[in-house]
């Protein structure tokens, strides 16, 4: 025996030539190669043969699994059958019948298959089972829906990074950014220029928000106080009016000062922007900087989120405090509003965020929930509060629904820390800025769908701080607003 297995070629040509795997030139054609890899596989060849060694050594063990399984079956068998037996009375043994057949199953079981057999079970269980399995877990972009991404506007003359970046009703056109060089811009989104600059605050502009329905806006500062101004042109006025009554370096109206002359020379030739300084209203009672302000109750109240651990109510009309809410043990990061339903979502650097509900008119209760590792950056509604969707420095975007806040829907991994994100009111699309410069886009299922390009000169050079959808219902296109700290605001166009 063993000479005849040394005198053995290394290899027998297969007596079936229809059985036989022939080279291809050009490997691109052929379905399959000689170690059954997939040439067309988007899959690394060293990752397939790990897999497919795991694969194996999976269906080893389920072989084991299933011969002691049948084993154990026939056991139950045979005690079921004497302890029927036994209770009809007969001292016969009748498993010894069912014991015999079942052993005669196991040993057919044991029997070792052809390698045809094999081969067979093989391309079933390894590339139709596992591998649809793998390739359905992995999180690929979703091939039903193409999106197209285009940079169409950028917004310039801040003179330090843009921490927010808001979008106003679909029928004003206006956007409204808030920067760190203390002012607050308010832009038209068609023609990219600027219309309203606002100088009121004394620190960073952290936070900057749209009324729902009233041409006013809220802002939220480092100096610890959140003002509502009105902004004093819009874009239609503008082109109706002639220079010579807009606003210009050498006007002398109250609250324009010298250190805001150059600011004018950053427009484009023939376009003036005004300046302001003095608020309709000024909310003052935090402790710390107020990193987020929002229109709340059909805005008739602001809410606003300081350092200081707090998130307070205020009368939009009187400046008066309505609640504080206290519970977060770290600063609070953001704070977000539902536009229907009474509800408040803040997030804090405590790793928690929580829901304020005030639906009922006699109480109020909080949520904590605690799904984060670090600093959760933000959380915001969908459009019908049956979800929240968190961010956080951990490099994760978790969905919640509201019903069973248990575990998250979906949880998004991601190579960098996510700044506030934003959600489409429309299409529930979301969009994802981050620390390393990208925005990715995701749907509520974590489904991946595009990243905003970064090529020849589009997209961001420093990290993106926040996005803002532009939705509008009578389009396909959707409008993506996004705000850095390379001093710009982005707008895209995005077709489905």
């Known amino acids: 025996m063993e000479k005849n297995i040394e005198k053995a070629p290394p290899y027998i040509k297969p007596k079936n030539k229809r059985l036989s795997i022939r080279r291809v030139k050009d490997r691109r054609y052929s379905s399959h190669n000689i170690d059954g890899e997939l040439p067309d596989s988007a899959i690394p060849r060293d990752v397939q043969r790990k897999l497919r060694g795991l694969f194996s050594e999976i269906e080893r063990e389920f072989e084991k699994v299933c011969i002691e399984n049948a084993e154990l079956q026939a056991k139950i068998e045979v005690v079921t059958a004497k302890y029927k037996a036994f209770q009809s009375g007969d001292k016969s043994d009748p498993g010894a019948d069912i014991l015999q057949d079942t052993t005669a199953a196991v040993r057919s079981a044991n029997k070792k298959p052809s390698a045809g057999q094999l081969m067979s079970q093989k391309l079933k269980t390894t590339y139709k089972v596992s591998t649809s399995k793998i390739v359905s877990s992995l999180k690929i972009p979703n091939q039903a829906i193409n999106l197209e991404c285009h940079q169409i506007h950028e917004f310039c003359g801040h003179k330090d990074g843009i921490w927010e970046v808001t979008c106003s009703r679909p029928n004003l056109q206006l956007i409204a950014t808030a920067s760190a060089d203390r002012t607050a811009r308010v832009w038209h989104i068609e023609s990219g220029q600027c219309l309203t600059q606002y100088h009121g605050h004394n620190g960073s502009v952290n936070s900057v928000r749209f009324h729902p329905t009233d041409q006013l806006i809220c802002s939220g500062a480092g100096d610890t106080t959140c003002h509502i101004w009105k902004p004093s042109l819009s874009f239609t006025d503008f082109r109706s009016k002639s220079p010579s009554t807009l606003d210009s370096p050498s006007s002398s109206r109250p ?208 990290m993106v701080c926040s996005a803002c959808w532009y939705d509008d219902s009578n389009s396909k296109n959707i409008s993506l607003v996004t705000a850095g700290f390379d001093k710009r605001a982005l707008g895209w166009s995005i077709t489905f």
């Open 255 to 462: 609250g324009s000062g010298d250190d805001e002359q150059d600011e004018d020379l950053e427009a484009p030739d023939g376009q003036h922007t005004y300046k302001m300084r003095a608020p309709l209203l000024e909310l003052s009672g935090h402790e710390g900087p107020v990193v987020s302000a929002d229109w709340w109750a059909n805005g008739k109240q602001i809410v606003t989120a300081s350092w200081d651990r707090t998130i307070k109510l205020w009368d939009a009309e009187s400046a008066r405090v309505v609640h504080t809410l206290e519970g977060h043990e770290n600063e609070l990061t953001h704070a977000c509003t539902h536009a229907v339903h009474k509800l408040i979502v803040s997030s804090s650097r405590d790793t928690t965020f929580r829901l304020w509900d005030f639906r009922l008119p006699t109480m109020h209760s909080v949520n904590v929930f605690q799904g984060h590792s670090d600093t959760v950056t933000s959380a915001v509604f969908t459009n019908k509060a049956e979800h929240v969707v968190s961010g956080s420095d951990d490099r994760t975007v978790k969905v919640w629904d509201l019903k069973n806040m248990r575990a998250p829907l979906a949880t998004i991994n991601l190579d960098s820390a996510v700044n506030r994100l934003s959600i489409s009111p429309i299409q529930n699309v979301i969009a994802i800025p981050q620390d390393n410069r990208q925005v990715r886009l995701f749907d509520l299922n974590g489904n991946r769908l595009a990243r905003l390009p970064r090529r020849h000169r589009q997209g961001h050079r420093r």
